[in-house]
């Protein structure tokens, strides 16, 4: 009995001392005070590689810095930066995709490989590839705007001519340093 005491004793003062450790419970908000400090401004996270391959206003490129020949009327687009010191060239023609393709087999002097039928799209690799320091392979890619029935790429100048392009060209240059 004496023993039951003793053990029901240091179970309560047990549970006293925890209950008197436990947080005291928050006073209510008075009027014109936070509840809480107010939160830090978040964290921006630093940018993806795939949110700096953002299009950039530049110069036209001529064929030179191309290293490639460009169509006649050739309308240049824009260019982004396609990682490892590369960048793409985007030019709009009005000339159907059979007809770039012909024109980049002559100039190039090669037939360039179908990669995909649909829409239709066509490479000329004009470059070594070399994945150490290379983020695509040198190259002229041209694609069918006008498949399944679109009006064509649209021109991003607006009220210029024509308002569509039909077929797209992206140019990957060789670089020189690579």
């Not at 014109?32 to 830090?40: F, K, V």
């Not at 001529?62 to 050739?74: D, I, K, M, Q, R």
């Not at 590839?129 to 694609?143: G, I, L, Q, W």
Request: proline fraction near 15%; include cysteine.
């Amino acid at each position: 009995m004496i023993a039951a005491r003793a053990l029901t004793t240091v179970v309560t003062m047990l549970l006293c001392a925890t209950l008197l450790g436990a947080q005291a419970p928050a006073p209510f908000p008075k009027p014109g005070r936070p509840e809480q400090p107010p939160a830090a401004p978040p964290v921006q996270p630093p940018p993806s590689p795939k949110q700096n391959a953002k299009p950039t206003p530049a110069a036209v490129p001529s064929e030179a810095t191309l290293g490639v020949p460009l169509y006649p009327g050739a309308t240049f687009i824009t260019s982004y930066d396609a990682g490892r010191g590369q960048r793409f060239y985007l030019f709009g023609v009005a000339a159907s995709f059979a007809d770039m393709v012909t024109y980049y087999r002559t100039a190039l002097k090669q037939r360039g490989t179908d990669l995909f039928e649909s829409p239709p799209t066509h490479q000329f690799e004009v470059g070594r590839y070399r994945e150490e320091t290379m983020a695509f392979p040198p190259s002229v890619t041209v694609k069918d705007f006008t498949w399944g029935g679109s009006a064509g790429y649209p021109n991003p100048k607006p009220g210029a001519q024509p308002s569509h392009f039909a077929t797209i060209i992206q140019i990957v240059p060789v670089t020189a340093d690579k």
